[in-house]
């Protein structure tokens, strides 16, 4: 009989100075990993060795040694261990946005001292980009609340099964003014349906309400759009599953954020766990993934909501959400 033994999780945590990476290290430790910031990279694979538990490590161009070649060949080897689940993930925010953090904290830039803060970042910018491109996941948090951070960083590396735990696959639905998701894989454009924002009983109202939906519905593309977002999605996610990508985040935004994306976001989650749930035939029924609805408008209007129905796991069919405990029940839950 085979047993298999989880394997431990290693999270390298890397990005540009005052993109969040100090904050995504708490939100792992929080999470019960051995955080260590900073660490020089000569030491960092006997510190892993050394260890028996989930790590999470913080590497940037302060660090010791520093070089990126040198950390995609530590991730390589650090991948090669059958006991070991590599990660890397890269914390970025838009130059304006690290200004603005830099002149609020009053420090200088690690990498510029003497030097205009912009000096720092295109340093900076330019030593990491090859380890943004091989990055499992990045993140952006330019305008991102740091409730929303840790969740996020909650929900991709807080369910304590990464072996099991496959491609984990985020919906976000978004305005276009505000800019586009940096971590999209996949962008579709509903702006040229039939907008509520002109209903004055809709304008207040969210993708979420189901006047709201039955609005968008109503126009005659909609159903035709829709379907072929779905068989699109249908067709791409089973190969992202083969070629062993971890994170793929698929996107839909409109004009302000908060109807036209929200509905389809919301009609694509259910539509992806119909098919998980065996129906219609789908090739994507028993892949190993885990499902992720964030509305980023709403949760920004919204930031300290502490159960945010904007930014959520989406359940399993017995309820509970990923990575959260099961409630009791007669009947044994099932990964949806």
């Known amino acids: 009989m085979t047993i298999d033994v989880p394997k431990r999780r290693v999270v390298l945590v890397t990005g540009l100075s005052g993109a969040g990476k100090a904050s995504t290290l708490r939100a792992l430790e929080d999470l019960g990993y051995d955080a260590i910031d900073n660490l020089p990279l000569p030491l960092l694979e006997e510190t892993v060795a050394r260890s028996d538990r989930a790590m999470a490590i913080g590497i940037d161009a302060r660090s010791r040694g520093f070089d990126a070649a040198d950390v995609l060949a530590i991730l390589g080897r650090l991948s090669a261990d059958a006991t070991l689940q ?21 420090r200088r830039h690690p990498l510029a001292p003497d030097e205009p803060v912009v000096t720092g970042i295109a340093a900076e910018q330019s030593l990491t980009a090859p380890l943004r491109e091989a990055a499992d996941l990045v993140l952006d948090t330019s305008d991102l609340p740091i409730g929303t951070l840790r969740r996020l960083v909650e929900q991709h590396f807080g369910d304590g099964e990464p072996a099991q735990a496959g491609l984990v696959l985020t919906l976000i639905s978004f305005a276009f003014p505000r800019g586009l998701p940096r971590e999209a894989d996949l962008v579709f454009d509903a702006r040229f349906l039939r907008n509520p924002h002109y209903d004055p009983i809709l304008r207040h109202q969210t993708g979420l309400d189901p006047a709201v939906g039955d609005y968008v519905e109503a126009d005659p593309d909609c159903a035709g759009y829709f379907e072929r977002i779905a068989d699109l999605v249908d067709l791409v996610v089973p190969r992202f599953v083969q070629e062993g990508k971890k994170y793929a985040t698929i996107t839909i935004g409109c004009t302000g954020g908060r109807h036209r994306s929200v509905y389809l976001i919301e009609r694509l989650a259910a539509h ?10 789908s090739d994507i029924v028993d892949t190993p993934w885990r499902l992720h609805v964030l509305h980023r408008e709403l949760a920004r209007e919204t930031p300290t909501a502490e159960h945010d129905p904007t930014d959520r796991s989406v359940p399993h069919r017995d309820g509970t959400a990923h990575g959260a405990a099961p409630r009791s029940a007669p009947v044994q839950a099932q990964e949806a």
């Open 86 to 106: 590599p990660d890397l993930v890269y914390a970025w925010a838009d130059e304006t946005t690290l200004l603005r953090r830099y002149t609020e904290s009053r």
């Open 272 to 281: 992806l766990r119909s098919r998980t749930a065996g129906q219609g035939g």
